[in-house]
């Protein structure tokens, strides 16, 4: 996807998911993310949208690559001011806004601050961004209203941000490790395909048809949100042993 088509999805998913957030009790649990409420949930993309627009706000910065927090302003202090659900919603809007402003100025090679290893440029953020909030705006629905499945074309590029965002991961010393188990993603709407190996110098990951511990087979959104401990909407076929999944989980933690 081209950084355009990452700005537009951004703008699409965090509208949907502040109506979302609108529509519901602050209190009311999130099923998805097992301890959360509805304000803790809104709380999280609110600070994860100031956290990135403050990299943004500071072009041409570069930490050292094991820093975590961007530069500039320290970000939300409070979380979101009321308990209602239009507080929720106006305060992560607010943050949303903000967001896009900066991502819709900025152009995608633009040098700008990240946690990533190799790539720090406006075009990871914004990337990151439509990932991060896709999930999480499928969070929010699931509490508060009907869940709606990715988009085909946006989870394609997810599931491939997931595999590449694991690989960074790694790198950094921030996942653990594997013991060769391995998976095959088919997913279909649309038709793509990835085998990733876990082994104990990091992700292996192939776009292409291999023999795998596991196979999945679905749609793409529903593969997406699988990788990402969610319950998928549709069917996913499963062939193969089922530890190949929990050793997934045990390396990528979201």
Do not use: N
């Not at 990871?124 to 499945?149: G, M």
């Not at 593969?223 to 042993?241: A, I, Q, S």
């Amino acid at each position: 996807m081209e950084y355009r088509e990452h700005l537009a999805a951004v703008e699409r998913e965090a509208a949907v998911l502040t109506t979302a957030l609108g529509a519901g009790a602050a209190d009311r649990p999130v099923p998805t993310c097992p301890g959360w409420t509805t304000w803790d949930l809104a709380d999280h993309v609110g600070r994860f949208c100031t956290y990135w627009s403050d990299a943004l706000a500071e072009p041409g910065s570069r930490p050292e690559r094991r820093q975590e927090e961007p530069p500039g302003r320290p970000g939300d202090a409070d979380g979101p001011a009321g308990t209602g659900p239009a507080a929720l919603a106006d305060w992560f809007g607010q943050r949303a806004a903000r967001l896009l402003d900066l991502l819709g100025s900025t152009d995608a090679d633009a040098a700008v601050w990240t946690w990533h290893d190799t790539d720090h440029t406006a075009g990871f953020v914004a990337r990151r961004c439509a990932h991060e909030l896709a999930v999480h705006r499928y969070d929010a629905q699931c509490a508060t209203t009907v869940a709606a499945p990715i988009d085909g074309a946006l989870a394609v590029d997810g599931i491939d941000e997931v595999f590449a965002m694991l690989a960074a991961w790694w790198r950094l010393g921030w996942a653990a490790k594997g013991a060769g188990e391995s998976l095959h993603l088919h997913a279909s709407a649309p038709d793509a395909e990835w085998t990733v190996t876990l082994t104990d110098d990091g992700p292996a990951v192939e776009r292409a048809h291999r023999k795998a511990g596991l196979a999945l087979r679905g749609g793409a959104s529903d593969l997406e949100l699988l990788l990402y401990g969610r319950p998928p909407l549709g069917t996913v076929e499963r062939l193969g042993d089922e530890r190949a999944l929990a050793a997934w989980y045990r390396v990528f933690r979201f």
